[in-house]
């Protein structure tokens, strides 16, 4: 389905108006008029985009002042921003790369951290040999802050049976949880403490819940000080600083949504029992089925969805997305096309 404007709680296809519950913008911000005003600021201030490198003679102010903030919300020593949540997987990797260690995953991690010769942390069920054996090495585990067809953040339970010859890097990818887990923008890498970890990384695209085109990584200050020395970032533009302006601006607004979300979800999942084929978490904005024919089934009912093929998938995702724009009668139309399924 092509349209031509940017799909916001209702969508028109073909001349006729669909509710649409896809998509990753959580938190509406890429069409919060809010929002906007403190971009076209932003654009006045810096330009629409700055096509240069983050280490040239010339810097920008704002970048620093966004990484302190960021590093400030995220609780993390350090940040850097880039121009997308996928260059910043593929920074990190590539800077692991080049030292002495052996990569791990867990199930449906995104590509962008997924190093070409990663093994997965569990077979069968059962932690990977290689991770129980007292063989000294450095490892690095990647995975999502919420693994792909779950609703729940991932549970890292799994690094207390890992051998202590092991020293261990995690790199976990917020993309789908920054802005929209834990306190304002929390997330779920302040939340990962293990005293086997030898070091955290978190890396996340800004352009779902927070609707900025652009990357984050965040680690301790040593490490992100050598991911800027990295070719891959030297040689690459960063984020519009706009984006950032806006973003430093908009921290009520940015707040407000959530609470708007945040009582959707209330909403739409007070008393709410689906069948089986259903899996959703009451304070996570996603419902996903199992079931292939729901797509067909709500777009009969006029409710769009997301419906696709992706790489890490064996068969099309269908994605249903709570918003902070949708209403209370957008809400219940969904609540019962779903509650009627079968």
């Not at 970048?63 to 993390?76: C, R, T, W």
């Not at 063989?135 to 890292?156: C, G, M």
């Not at 802005?179 to 978190?202: C, D």
């Not at 064996?314 to 709570?322: D, G, S």
Request: include cysteine.
């Amino acid at each position: 389905m092509i349209i031509d404007c940017f799909p916001d709680r209702v969508i028109t296809v073909n001349g006729k108006p669909f509710l649409y519950f896809g998509g990753t913008s959580y938190l509406a911000l890429t069409i919060n008029q809010d929002f906007q005003n403190n971009l076209i600021t932003g654009i006045k201030n810096w330009g629409t985009a700055y096509g240069s490198s983050r280490n040239s003679n010339i810097k920008l102010a704002i970048y620093n002042q966004a990484e302190e903030k960021f590093s400030e919300l995220i609780n993390a020593e350090a940040t850097s921003l880039c121009s997308s949540g996928t260059l910043a997987g593929k920074i990190v990797i590539g800077f692991l790369s080049k030292e002495n260690s052996t990569f791990y995953h867990l199930p449906k991690t995104h590509p962008a951290i997924l190093h070409k010769d990663s093994s997965p942390v569990f077979l069968n069920n059962t932690l990977h040999p290689n991770l129980l054996n007292n063989t000294v090495e450095h490892v690095v585990i990647s995975a999502d802050a919420i693994l792909a067809l779950e609703v729940k953040p991932t549970s890292f339970e799994f690094l207390n049976e890992i051998s202590s010859k092991k020293k261990i890097t995690l790199i976990v990818d917020e993309s789908h949880s920054l802005g929209i887990i834990g306190k304002h923008l929390n997330g779920v890498f302040s939340s990962i403490s293990n005293k086997k970890l030898y070091r955290k990384v978190m890396v996340s695209s800004l352009g779902k819940a927070l609707g900025m085109p652009g990357g984050i990584i965040a680690a301790d200050s040593e490490f992100i000080d050598l991911l800027k020395d990295e070719t891959d970032f030297i040689s690459s533009s960063s984020i519009s600083p706009a984006y950032l302006e806006a973003f430093l601006l908009s921290q009520d607004i940015i707040k407000k949504q959530r609470k708007k979300l945040d009582e959707n979800l209330s909403f739409i999942f007070d008393n709410l029992t689906l069948n089986s084929c259903f899996k959703f978490n009451k304070n996570y904005p996603v419902i996903y089925c199992e079931n292939q024919k729901i797509n067909k089934y709500l777009k009969e009912n006029d409710i769009i969805v997301t419906n696709f093929k992706y790489p890490t998938y064996k068969t099309k995702m269908n994605r249903i997305i709570i918003s902070s724009n949708h209403t209370k009668h957008d809400l219940n139309r969904l609540k019962q096309a779903l509650i009627t399924f079968n």
